[in-house]
C-alpha cells in the first residue's frame, strides 16, 4: 500500500494542473443509491492556462438521467497557493477541494463529497465522488482520456 501512494504521489506530481491543459473527453456514471436510479454524461474537458498560472478547467456535454437528455456545463479553476499546493474553486470564487493524490473531502452542510483522483497514466485519468446527505446517497465517477 505504501508504495502504491508513493507511486500515485509521482504520477500525481507529472499531472499537475499545467500538465492538465488541453483537451479530455469524459464519460460521467452517475449511481443514485437513494432513489435507486443511474445516469450517464459524456463530452469534453478544456483545461486552459491562464496568465496567472492557473488552470480553467470547463466541462461540457450531455447527460442522460433516466430517459431525460439535457446539456451540462461547469466552469471551475485550478489554483496554486504559497505552498505550492494545488487546490479546486467553484466559478463563483468559493473553495472546493484540495487537488491531491490522497483522499479529500467537501461539505456543503448538511451534505458531504468525498472525493478520490486517481491517475491512470499522463492520458488517462479518475475523479470519484461518494456523496452522502439527508436526501443523497450517490456515487459520481468520471473518467477522462486526453485527446490534445
Known sequence: ME?????????????APPQLVGTWLLERQIHDFHHNRH???SGIAEMNLAPDGSV????????????????????LELRQDSDDEWGVWFENGT???????????????PDRYAGRV??????????TWQVS??????TLT???KRVS
Not at 508504495?3 to 499531472?15: G, I, K, P, Y
Open 39 to 41: 445516469g450517464y454524461a
Open 56 to 75: 480553467a478547467w470547463l466541462e461540457y456535454g450531455d447527460l442522460k438521467y433516466d430517459e431525460r437528455v439535457t446539456q451540462f456545463r461547469r466552469l
Open 133 to 138: 446527505g439527508p436526501s443523497k446517497e450517490y
Open 3 to 15: 508504495q502504491f501512494m508513493r507511486d500515485d504521489l509521482q504520477v500525481m506530481r507529472r499531472l
Open 95 to 109: 473553495w472546493f477541494h484540495d487537488w491531491s493524490a490522497t483522499d479529500f473531502v467537501h461539505t456543503c452542510s
Open 118 to 127: 486517481r491517475i491512470s497514466s499522463e492520458s488517462s485519468w479518475t475523479l
Open 142 to 144: 468520471t473518467t477522462y
